[in-house]
């Protein structure tokens, strides 16, 4: 197998199981490396790091898959990952039929992504390295879940670096364009091939549980960035009395219409339009909410854009502010990888000083449990709340 041996000083973090290895940080290599390649990874004197896979064309070159020297990467390694990662998703007793099955370095699977929606699953590779095992992965889930039919997505950021094919389809027995799934007691159309992500958002599974607690019969609720009505349908099924729910995208709006129906609602307004424009609109309107949810895409892909998010994310807080009623709520989330809590935290208290509203915090929420985060990379820790009372 080859064998790298990382810069002196990078040792103690590897041994700390940070998992990843930048190309700089690679003092030699046995002999040339390819591309997907497994890899001995050694500090500088050759004593044992760790196995992973190799890409030396992008700048995390390799992802640790085992720490243990006696742990050697194979195909049954990661099926037995794959087993794993399911029977903890079997302890979570997550009250749905979605859920993450493997969250990429979350479960020891970097550069994988497994979605379930009911029978079917969804995988992603983001790394030209897992995308070697794709049979493996295939056969575990085919032995654990037993799918009627499994979608691959292509994460087409991650497919661009890595150099992996865009591709989409199915990979294993049938998959309908639209599959029903069920999230504490509503409902939800999936269009797995057409939907964003692998079809829904389900790291916000336990935010749109706790919206519940908030709304009063007769509230007036907006769900800002509603995609397919996760936070407006919580909202009305609690007995809001009005609720709107904003989105760009129509094909997202014309499923959120589709899942009031499938849920028994009516009553929601679904309004087509760029969020900023549409909080502005409100605003010139003078409109006021008891209860606003505001959960944009991530505004930053790097850290360069991160300023530029957060002018964004400061425009949403200010601009969510004004329209609270004296005693209502605001959530705002980021998913951006490099927006840090803190992050959020600072923009409100800006938000907070420039528009002459004091707010209390009155929760933090974070990705739901089937996407656990490594604590030696905070920045796994991707999605963010903060739900604050407006006073
Ligand atoms: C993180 S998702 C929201 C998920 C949703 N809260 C849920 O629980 O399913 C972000 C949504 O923002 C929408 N979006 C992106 N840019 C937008 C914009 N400028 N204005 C309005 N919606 C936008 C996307 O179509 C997507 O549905």
Redesign the pocket.
Known sequence: MLQVRVKPGIEDRVRGFFPWIYRPEIASFSRKPKKGELVVVRDFAGKFLGYGYINPEVSIAIRILSFDKNEKVSPELIKKRIKEAYEYRKRLYINSNAYRLVHSEGDLLPGLIVDVYGEYAVIEFTTYGMNQFREAVIEALLETIKPKGIYEKANLTASKVEGIGTEEGVVYGEVPEEVVIWEHDLKFYINIPEG?KTG??LD?RN??KFVRSLVEPGDRCL?????????ALNMKKMGAKEVIA????DL?LEMGKKNEELNGLSGIEWVE????D?LRKLDKAKEEFDLI?I???SFAKNKHSVPNALRGYKELCVRGLKLVKPGGYLAI?S?SFHITQEHLLQVLREASYDVRRQVRVIATTFQDKDHPWILQMPNTLYLKGVWVEVM
């Open positions: 964003q829904f958002f916000q935010s749109r769900d800002v960035f509603c995609h397919t009505g996760g936070f904003v989105d760009i995208s997202a339009a760029n969020a900023f549409f949810v959960d944009p895409p989330f998913c």
